[in-house]
């Protein structure tokens, strides 16, 4: 059953740029990519479309990757959507906030599109 991944970033280069690492997941699995341009946006698309991954920006407007990722954990219906924090903030204590919030993992920029691709992968268990 192909699933859906939702890249949530206010940098349009950022999007773009996870949108062209992942869209081999598309090609090959069916995958559905999904973007928000800011938190709040990016909340409302994973309840609306109950992504099975987000790749979740923290410094944005409206709702930081934080809240969104609290907000997520909070819901009993969303419990199961897994959350990889990407960012610039690549203190010890900001990766560790994340983690305690319920982030999967805490990725930081500039990230190695292949690492992005492998860790959607297994996320996702697709099979190479």
Same mark, same amino acid.
Request: proline share 5%.
């Given at each position: ?17 996870? =949108? ?10 069916? &995958?559905? @990519? /999904? %973007? +928000?341009?800011?938190? $709040? ?29 609290? =907000? ?10 897994? &959350?990889? @924090? /990407? %960012? +610039?903030?690549?203190? $010890? ?36």
């Amino acid at each position: 059953m192909p699933g859906k991944i939702l890249v949530v970033d206010d940098e349009v280069h950022i999007r773009m740029l996870l =949108e062209q690492t992942l869209e081999e997941l598309e090609d090959d699995y069916g &995958i559905e @990519l /999904l %973007t +928000a341009e800011n938190g $709040e946006e990016g909340l409302d698309c994973i309840r609306e479309e109950r992504p099975q991954l987000v790749f979740l920006d923290i410094m944005m407007p409206y709702m930081n990757g934080y809240e969104v990722c609290q =907000e997520v954990r909070e819901d009993p219906e969303l419990s199961s959507i897994k &959350i990889i @924090l /990407l %960012t +610039a903030k690549g203190q $010890e204590v900001d990766r560790k906030h994340g983690l305690e919030l319920g982030a999967e993992r805490y990725m930081t920029k500039p990230f190695d599109p292949d690492e992005i691709l492998e860790v959607a992968k297994n996320i996702l268990q697709l099979e190479d």
